[in-house]
């Protein structure tokens, strides 16, 4: 579906100067320097006469926020250049990769950022010429005329550095048609600027988002910017008052601060909490003004707009902002589209969404992805074709984040795409979604970061003493029972949070307040070597040792005598059935699977064992004497119906999809697994379809009990070489059945990944087909399935026309001496190296 803001009025695409013309307005306050516009033109006029510079040569201009910075930026201009604003907290080596990457002549430094410059410039080996931007300023006469800046829209204006989150940064090229773009948009469209504001410039000018919203748009509108002299809360408090400021634009993290410390004084008192439930219900801003009139006047009392970007903004801080009165404004965007892509209309907040889609651009939602169109859109990034093609597509910028529209064209924007969590058993989890879930649940936390480790889920988890219990001790222990616990309980077993780790301070972000997840694990790991020395073996029975060493092998991480096997070590039914074994074997204890669970630690285990074992002997599972096990199996009975279905079945793929098969004689005589990857729903008979009458009788399914309910279900299966297992209840019982079928002559079909693919790539594999490969000697025969998942995918109800579908048998793989796990790495590796070959083709 395609979203796109008109204006009510369609008017021309109009060229204007980029700073208003000289006059005796002021432009700039910072501290008690006032500079009018007449000023600004005479200064960048005086920087500009201090180097020459050839169009499209590259200048670095770094140091902190002050009127020298917008001097120096804007005199690149005036030649033409490329400016490239690059964040003067940056490390050295962060200052190399710019100044290799883009080969500025020319660099722009402050008095404070030099010595970073020189200490990049010897690490690199470069000779580039540094001019002191703080010596540029103050031209003694304003020039007769004003600057003229209009510059071919089609040139590239800026190389903004992203902040490189995974990989090194990339320098994303901005022309002067994307920044007019955005300027039509914030000043003739959606009037948040104009020459009576005045806007505090807070964020570094490095970012595009203050870069366009606080300097370039002020400059175009003829707004007044005013320059905090630091970021300390007094010096913003004193710029508001002392300069009536009406615009701030900032971030979430200074919002949610604003306001946490607005609520703790409004939460003191009742009669104020009392106000603030009153002015929530009626929902005027007169009425909040009135009466929450001292909050405004200690932001100065001329607040017009607060703006929000660089991040998602809680919904609960934008709409306590508009019960205090204020018109919190949240975009969305990002470097690559100039940065706007999206932003609120004053008076129209929906809190959790950053608004509609702004003049000139298209959004679309594709696959759950989204994509943006317009001329706001990069041109690509610097140097780097091939991933700019990744992004980039027909005109498409590809945002990364997943999102929807509602009924009134707001966007909501629900995650990253490259953050979605995998699992091995194929479930997509949103992080994002989780966390919001947990603060919800409790005021106890400050911060959460959910993440992957262990193919579960972990979380990172930052403590809110405040709210906690007054003399808590153990506050782990605490957040488990009360929040944990009931989460995980109310939750598939797929979106519980097993295990989490408690830090001090707050979880790693970029500068903008956005959560570095990658981070996340690395810092988990730190802080557990800590947790592992809390409980010494020496400390745990002997039965305990014994089972969390064997717990730690399987599943390879900490494992601790606290944990549930399955809330906190997410065992599956494969991972009980080797615990229940090993129990039995070890210590002469019968328990069965669902047994397990019941107890709520495995120190409880433990002292369970304790009390009725009759040996103690580690002994590792032994899967060869289990399958050898007999187990009483009726095979199904192959009507005529399977045969019929099966030929009806090629012969409706064959018409409706471009559908074909290859490799069938790698499929040897007798026994076999066939391992085919799993992509949609017709997976099963894309495999046999093309097979023989011989060999389809000769070939079985196995099917889960719960998606095999009512009569009719289990008597078609019954005649259809289906067998229908409970795997939840009895594993150890469900791979007898199967090792019985292999002992027959008959071929198996064992999904190994034991869930449908979503996007199509592998997930893991389980290794029970290699266990019965293994003890059985019999081969796998991999099975390459490719575009099912366009053709079906997965949350979808009809099949789509015309989709290129192949199935490719490949060369059966032998257990010969491979162990378990090496068996079903192979089988995958294989599937793996067959689709990345079809992809290139």
């Keep these: ?71 120096a930026f804007y005199s690149v201009w005036m030649h033409r250049g490329i400016a490239v604003p690059v964040d003067y907290q940056s490390s050295a080596h962060d200052v190399v990769h710019v100044l290799t990457d883009c080969r500025p002549s020319l660099i722009f430094a402050s008095d404070q950022s030099i010595a970073l410059v020189h200490e990049a410039l010897a690490l690199s080996g470069g000779t580039i010429p540094v001019l002191m931007m703080d010596d540029m300023a103050d031209a003694q006469s304003a020039p007769s005329e004003w600057i003229d800046l209009r510059p071919d829209l089609n040139q590239t204006a800026v190389l903004i550095y992203t902040s490189g989150t995974t990989g090194s940064p990339k ?102 909490r009392l106000l603030f439930r009153l002015a929530r219900r009626i929902n005027q801003p007169r009425f909040s003004k009135v009466v929450f009139g001292a909050v405004h006047r200690k932001f100065g009392g001329h607040l017009h707009f607060l703006v929000s970007g660089g991040a998602a903004l809680p919904a609960d801080v934008a709409g306590d902002f508009r019960t205090l009165g204020f018109d919190l404004l949240e975009g969305y965007g990002m470097t690559e589209a100039a940065p706007m892509i999206t932003f609120t209309r004053p008076r129209q907040l929906v809190p959790g969404s950053p608004g509609q889609v702004v003049p000139f651009a298209q959004v679309e939602i594709r696959n759950g992805e989204i994509a943006v169109k317009g001329p706001n859109v990069m041109q690509g990034y610097w140097n ?82 405040a709210p906690l219990p007054q003399g808590l001790e153990d506050v782990h222990a605490y957040l488990k029972e009360h929040l944990f616990k009931p989460y995980n309980l109310q939750v598939p077993p797929y979106r519980r949070v097993l295990n989490f780790t408690l830090i001090d301070g707050e979880l790693p972000k970029t500068k903008l307040g956005k959560v570095k997840r990658f981070e996340l694990p690395e810092l988990m790991v730190k802080l557990i070597v800590d947790e592992i020395t809390e409980q010494q073996p020496s400390q745990m029975s002997a039965e305990c040792q014994l089972i969390t060493k064997y717990l730690a092998d399987e599943k390879q991480c900490v494992v601790r005598p606290s944990h549930h096997i399955e809330m906190d070590l997410g065992l599956d039914s494969l991972d009980k059935i080797g615990l229940q074994v090993f129990i039995d074997n070890t210590f002469g204890v019968a328990l069965q699977p669902e047994e397990l669970v019941r107890f709520a630690s495995i120190d409880e285990l433990s002292r369970y064992v304790a009390e009725n074992r009759s040996r103690m002997k580690a002994e590792k599972v032994d899967w060869p004497s289990i399958i050898r096990e007999k187990v009483h199996l009726s095979m199904p009975k192959t009507w005529v119906t399977a045969h019929l279905f099966t030929k009806l079945s090629k012969f409706f793929f064959s018409v409706y999809f471009q559908y074909r098969s290859k490799g069938q004689e790698h499929l040897p005589e007798g026994a076999c697994i066939i391992a085919p990857n799993h992509q949609s729903f017709f997976d099963g008979l894309f495999v046999t379809s093309n097979l023989g009458i011989r060999q389809v009788g000769q070939t079985y399914f196995y099917a889960k009990e719960k998606h095999v309910k009512g009569r009719l279900l289990k008597f078609f299966a019954n005649r259809n070489n289906i067998i229908v297992m409970d795997l939840n209840k009895d594993l150890k019982e469900s791979i007898q059945k199967m090792a019985e079928v292999l002992r027959r002559k008959k071929k198996l079909v064992i999904f190994p990944e034991g869930t449908r693919s979503v996007n199509g790539s592998l997930g893991d594999f389980k290794k029970t087909f290699a266990i019965l490969s293994r003890e059985l000697n ?60 079809a992809n290139r083709a």
């Design 384 to 465: 780097r074709p091939d991933e700019t093609q990744q992004v980039l597509r027909d005109g498409w910028l590809y945002t990364g984040d997943l999102g929807f529209v509602d009924e009134r064209n707001y966007l909501f924007v629900t995650g990253r795409k490259k953050e979605i969590i995998v699992l091995s058993n194929g479930k997509n989890i949103n992080p994002a979604v989780i966390e919001d879930q947990l603060m919800a649940a409790m005021p106890g936390i400050k911060e959460v970061g959910v993440f992957q480790h262990a193919d579960a889920l972990h979380a990172v988890v930052v403590p809110d003493a």
């Design 1 to 71: 579906m395609l979203f796109v803001y008109l204006p009510l009025k369609k008017r021309r695409f109009v060229m204007q100067d980029l700073i208003l013309s000289a006059t005796e307005k002021t432009a700039i306050i910072h501290g008690n320097l006032h500079v009018s516009y007449s000023q600004v033109h005479a200064n960048i006029r005086h920087t500009a006469q201090r180097f020459s510079l050839q169009p499209g040569e590259r200048v670095v201009v770094i140091g902190e926020n002050r009127p020298a910075w917008a001097y």
């Design 778 to 837: 019999i081969p796998i025969v991999p099975v390459l399935i490719n575009g099912a998942v366009d053709a079906l995918p997965k949350g979808s109800h009809f099949p789509r026309p015309f989709k290129k579908i192949t199935i490719e048998y490949l060369q059966p793989v032998y257990p010969d001496n491979h162990t378990y796990d090496s068996l079903a790495e192979l089988v995958q590796e294989r599937i793996r190296q067959q689709m990345n070959r």
């Design 171 to 272: 320098g994303v090229m901005l022309s002067y048609r994307n920044i007019f773009t955005n300027l039509r948009a914030v000043v003739d469209e959606i009037p948040i600027l104009t020459r009576e504001q005045t806007i505090l410039m807070l964020l570094p000018l490095h970012h595009i988002f203050p870069l366009l919203g606080t300097l370039i748009a002020s400059f175009y509108s003829g707004a007044t910017i005013a320059i905090a002299p630091s970021m300390v809360s007094d010096d913003i408090i004193a710029t508001l008052q002392r300069c009536k400021v009406t615009v701030i634009i900032g971030v979430p993290r200074l919002y949610a601060a604003i306001r946490k410390g607005v609520m703790d004084k409004v939460n003191q008192s009742a009669m104020a």
